[in-house]
Structures are given as C-alpha cells and as structure tokens.
C-alpha cells in the first residue's frame, strides 16, 4: 500500500535540534532491473545551520539501519550508509546516557558534514522501530529485513 503522505524514517531530535530522513515515494532503482527505492531528502535543523539533501533509500539501507538502532541501542556509537555513495549518518553517544552527536556527512555531492545533539530515549528507540516498520508496510520493498 502507497501513501500520498511521507513518513519519517529518522527522527533525531534536540532541544533546538533535529536530524530527520524523510521517505516521500518509490521509484524504480536506477540501473537495478525490478528493484525499488525509496525517495526522499535529509532535513537538518539547528540554531546555526538548516538545510535538506534530497536522497534515495535501498532495501539494503533499511535493513542497515535496523542493524544501526540495534547497535545504538546496545549503548555503542554507529555509522549508517558508511562508506557508500549516499550521505551518511553518524550517531556518537554521549557518555551521560540521554544525548547523542549526530553527524550527516555528504562525501560524494556536497562535501559537507553537519553535527547536531539531539536526545535518545528509551521512548525514542521503541518509535524508531516502529517508524522503520511504518515505511515497511507503507511502501514494502523487496530484499529489506523486517523485524
């Protein structure tokens, strides 16, 4: 089932801050026979910078970033995308338990990297299950784990 509306896949948020990769459609992969993608841009915004970075999001990266929150979860600083093309996420924890350092790094395109502090809750991990399983069930994608 497609959806006319988009959905947060990532959400980061701070007191001032946030760090936001939002799916906006489906196209077909370029060059992949009868592979999808996910469309859509990462938003970053703080009290000095704002901007968006439009992206595309493979089966591989959803599964990726299930691998990501669980390693995040588990209390360890992650990259997600490392090393690919697309722009990357990293999440470095602060060692006082509730905040985190997010940094997206565009290698490719812009050569631009930005860091925004943001919370991580335990709330925020059960929400950025479900927001991964929203996308899931709102534009299913062939070769992506489920939980």
Known sequence: MASD?????????GEDNSVIVRITGKRPAPGRSGADELVGEILVDTAFVRGSLATSVSPEDLTEWRETLDVLDGGEDTT?????RAPELSVELDPDGEHAYVTVADHAMSQTTVTATVLLTDEWFD??????DATLRTWPMEGALRG
């Open 127 to 132: 929400e950025a299950y479900d927001r991964l």
């Open 80 to 84: 997600w995308r490392e090393g690919r």
């Open 5 to 13: 509306e988009p959905i947060d896949l990532i959400r980061l948020e």
